[in-house]
Nanobody, 124 residues
Framework: QVQLVESGGGLVQAGGSLRLSCAASGRTFSRYAMGWFRQASGNEREFVAAISWSGGTVYYADSVKGRFTISRDNAKNTVSLQMNSLKFEDTAVYYC?????????????????WGQGTQVTVSS
């Protein structure tokens, strides 16, 4: 069992940056690949970024590639999402999630555990 708690959301102007963090409970955090997803109001939840247990494999959605960076610190049981050059369309609730899939995964159905989400609002 893994419990996930996101933090770092807030209000930022377009072009600004935010860093989201996800703290995981449990001793086996390093066994899980992690992902970030987001859901804008009225839209379905979508993939943002994913990272393997070792950090050696990362995936990004095309919409965030080159602007967002996912990373993890297994010693601290955290996964982070550095978001730069934010756009109005990045406004959403951001969720972190954990999966036992080998490597990394873009697919929501692969993820077993989810955080409660943190709101990111980008003003234009």
């Amino acid at each position: 069992q893994v419990q996930l708690v996101e933090s770092g959301g807030g209000l930022v102007q377009a072009g600004g940056s935010l860093r989201l963090s996800c703290a995981a409970s449990g001793r086996t955090f390093s066994r899980y690949a992690m992902g970030w997803f987001r859901q804008a109001s009225g839209n379905e939840r979508e993939f943002v970024a994913a990272i393997s247990w070792s950090g050696g494999t990362v995936y990004y959605a095309d919409s965030v590639k080159g602007r967002f960076t996912i990373s993890r610190d297994n010693a601290k049981n955290t996964v982070s999402l550095q978001m730069n050059s934010l756009k109005f369309e990045d406004t959403a609730v951001y969720y972190c999630a954990a999966t036992v899939v080998v490597g990394a995964s873009r697919y929501q159905n692969d993820y077993l555990y989810w955080g409660q989400g943190t709101q990111v609002t980008v003003s234009s």
